[in-house]
């Protein structure tokens, strides 16, 4: 990642489905001298938040993959177990909340697996490095990682910059393509039922 050209970091940007969606993002602007961690020493950069939600969402996944598979005798079970993890969700959202500074807010246009397109009255040059919070309230989830600028693009007076994760774990970037999808589930959705409903 870390040698790529500026035009095979576009490509891997467009290598993953992106959606139009609207997420509240932190971002904060790294000092030029900031060296970014490998990916396996990301956690220790982490606030401690993320890294209790990023395992909690890792343990529930895997505990409710397991329930799935077991006959209608346990559909009750695998129900209750859901509303509890809804509720640990719920708490962990709350949890991650603090973790939100107003002073570095930005909206996303749109995100996906391999890099997210925010808003900016600025401009952002090419190549800077930043520290990202992507908070995701439909998966009750929220991501810490770090960016590169790519691109800035001028739409109706605000700057879209796209950015490339240049250091995010690889169960963080799982989570960010099966938003991206579950989202673009939702809004087919949506559709199909106004569409249904028009006739």
Same mark, same amino acid.
């Given at each position: !990642? ?5 035009? =095979?970091? @576009?490509? =891997?940007? *467009? *290598?993953?489905?992106?959606?139009? @969606? ?15 961690? *490998? ?36 559909? #009750? ?5 859901? @509303? ?18 107003? $002073? ?11 890099? %997210? ?5 600025? $401009?952002?040059? &090419?190549?800077?490095?930043? #520290? ?16 590169? &600028? %790519?691109?800035? #693009? ?5 700057? @879209?910059?796209? !950015?490339?994760?240049?250091? %995010?774990?690889? *169960?963080? =970037?799982?989570?960010?393509?099966? $938003? ?5 589930? $939702?809004?087919?959705? +949506?559709?199909?039922?106004? +569409?249904?409903? =028009?006739?």
């Amino acid at each position: !990642m870390r040698n790529l050209t500026l035009a =095979q970091k @576009h490509q =891997q940007f *467009e *290598e993953f489905f992106m959606i139009k @969606h609207d997420l509240h993002v932190n971002m904060r602007v790294l000092d030029s001298h900031f060296t970014l961690p *490998e990916p396996i020493d990301l956690p220790q950069h982490m606030p401690y938040a993320f890294k209790i939600a990023s395992e909690l969402a890792a343990i529930d996944n895997k505990s409710l993959r397991h329930l799935r598979g077991l006959s209608d005798h346990a559909s #009750e079970l695998v129900e209750y177990l859901n @509303h509890q993890s809804r509720k640990i969700d719920l708490m962990m959202s709350l949890i991650l909340k603090h973790e939100d500074d107003p $002073a570095l807010n930005y909206s996303s246009d749109k995100f996906g697996g391999g890099g %997210i397109i925010i808003k900016s009255k600025q $401009a952002l040059d &090419v190549g800077l490095q930043v #520290e990202l919070k992507i908070f995701i309230p439909e998966e009750s989830a929220a991501i810490f990682c770090f960016a590169e &600028v %790519i691109a800035n #693009e001028l739409i109706d007076e605000l700057h @879209h910059v796209s !950015m490339i994760y240049s250091c %995010i774990r690889e *169960e963080d =970037q799982d989570l960010l393509v099966r $938003a991206s999808l579950h989202l673009q589930a $939702a809004n087919l959705r +949506k559709l199909k039922q106004q +569409k249904n409903e =028009q006739h």
